[in-house]
């Protein structure tokens, strides 16, 4: 009897230490059940934060007239107006503007382009008159980009301010550049911008929200004054594009020496704001 007894108890201890062994191993499921849960919510907040990252705006300032009217005080305060804003700023002064440097601008990541830059109307052969190019900083000594040419894509410019020659992007390069705009705002900070509406359309086709230009030639001093008076009202004050050319029209004026007027198209695009 006694001995059946012993053998009853070891039972009941044996039971006793499987539960117990059962629930120590349940703990430790639960417990690497909830790091596998906190690791999965870290790394979901991780990509979420690396997403929202990689959206975030970005202005694009192409200064190819810094190489003769070089205003860094100017510069400075267009990248204090966008970072200020919540912009990340990317910046191609002087001798960095080259044909890859436009090619490069159709990034759907650029929600704001500034184009200090020289233009010209077309020669009515390659490009028709009512359409403007805008030059680079590479002069045409250098010897390059011959099927572009070709294609009609680059051309020979030359500027009037100290009659040197250099390469310039058409609107068929536009047209064909790889890549495309998502809803970004064109400022063409140089003489021209407006002409004739070739160059517009390329823009606004290849997915451009709105563009800004001046409808003739400026002067460089005043362009700089009025342009940095129009991203002032934009970025900093979050005008509308309506709102804001007007403003600088009203405040800033019409270029004084040669009279041209700053606009924007489409029309519809006016109640846009940055």
């Given at each position: 009897?006694?001995?059946?007894?012993?053998?009853?108890?070891?039972?009941?201890?044996?039971?006793?230490?499987?539960?117990?062994?059962?629930?120590?191993?349940?703990?430790?499921?639960?417990?690497?059940?909830?790091?596998?849960?906190?690791?999965?919510?870290?790394?979901?907040?991780?990509?979420?934060?690396?997403?929202?990252?990689?959206?975030?705006?970005?202005?694009?300032?192409?200064?190819?007239?810094?190489?003769?009217?070089?205003?860094?005080?100017?510069?400075?305060?267009?990248?204090?107006?966008?970072?200020?804003?919540?912009?990340?700023?990317?910046?191609?002064?002087?001798?960095?503007?080259?044909?890859?440097?436009?090619?490069?601008?159709?990034?759907?990541?650029?929600?704001?382009?500034?184009?200090?830059?020289?233009?010209?109307?077309?020669?009515?052969?390659?490009?028709?008159?009512?359409?403007i190019v805008f030059?680079?900083?590479?002069?045409?000594?250098?010897?390059?980009?011959?099927?572009?040419?070709?294609?009609?894509?680059?051309?020979?410019?030359?500027?009037?301010?100290?009659?040197?020659?250099?390469?310039?992007?058409?609107?068929?390069?536009?047209?064909?550049?790889?890549?495309?705009?998502?809803?970004a705002v064109i400022?063409?900070?140089?003489?021209?911008?407006?002409?004739?509406?070739?160059?517009?359309?390329?823009?606004?086709?290849?997915?451009?929200?709105?563009?800004?230009?001046?409808?003739?030639?400026?002067?460089?001093?005043?362009?700089?004054?009025?342009?940095?008076?129009?991203?002032?009202?934009?970025?900093?004050?979050?005008?509308?594009?309506?709102?804001?050319?007007?403003?600088?029209?009203?405040?800033?004026?019409?270029?004084?020496?040669?009279?041209?007027?700053?606009?924007?198209?489409?029309?519809?695009?006016?109640?846009?704001?940055?």
């Amino acid at each position: 009897m006694k001995k059946h007894r012993s053998s009853r108890r070891r039972s009941r201890r044996k039971l006793r230490e499987k539960k117990r062994r059962a629930k120590r191993k349940n703990i430790k499921l639960l417990l690497v059940i909830i790091t596998i849960i906190s690791l999965s919510t870290a790394l979901s907040y991780a990509l979420h934060s690396t997403s929202s990252y990689s959206k975030l705006k970005t202005a694009l300032i192409i200064d190819g007239l810094s190489v003769e009217f070089n205003d860094r005080k100017f510069t400075n305060q267009i990248v204090q107006y966008f970072k200020t804003a919540g912009y990340a700023v990317e910046i191609c002064n002087g001798t960095e503007v080259t044909v890859n440097t436009y090619r490069r601008m159709f990034n759907e990541k650029y929600k704001v382009i500034v184009l200090r830059v020289h233009s010209a109307p077309g020669d009515g052969i390659i490009v028709p008159k009512d359409a403007i190019v805008f030059f680079t900083a590479e002069p045409t000594t250098i010897k390059k980009y011959f099927a572009e040419q070709l294609m009609g894509f680059v051309v020979k410019a030359r500027t009037l301010t100290r009659g040197e020659s250099f390469y310039a992007i058409t609107p068929s390069f536009i047209r064909n550049a790889p890549g495309k705009l998502e809803n970004a705002v064109i400022i063409v900070l140089s003489c021209y911008g407006t002409l004739g509406g070739i160059t517009v359309r390329e823009f606004l086709d290849k997915g451009a929200m709105a563009y800004i230009g001046w409808d003739g030639e400026v002067s460089p001093e005043y362009m700089d004054k009025a342009g940095l008076f129009l991203i002032e009202n934009l970025v900093k004050h979050h005008l509308s594009i309506e709102e804001a050319v007007r403003k600088t029209m009203e405040e800033i004026g019409p270029d004084p020496f040669f009279g041209s007027y700053l606009k924007y198209y489409p029309p519809n695009a006016g109640s846009y704001k940055l």
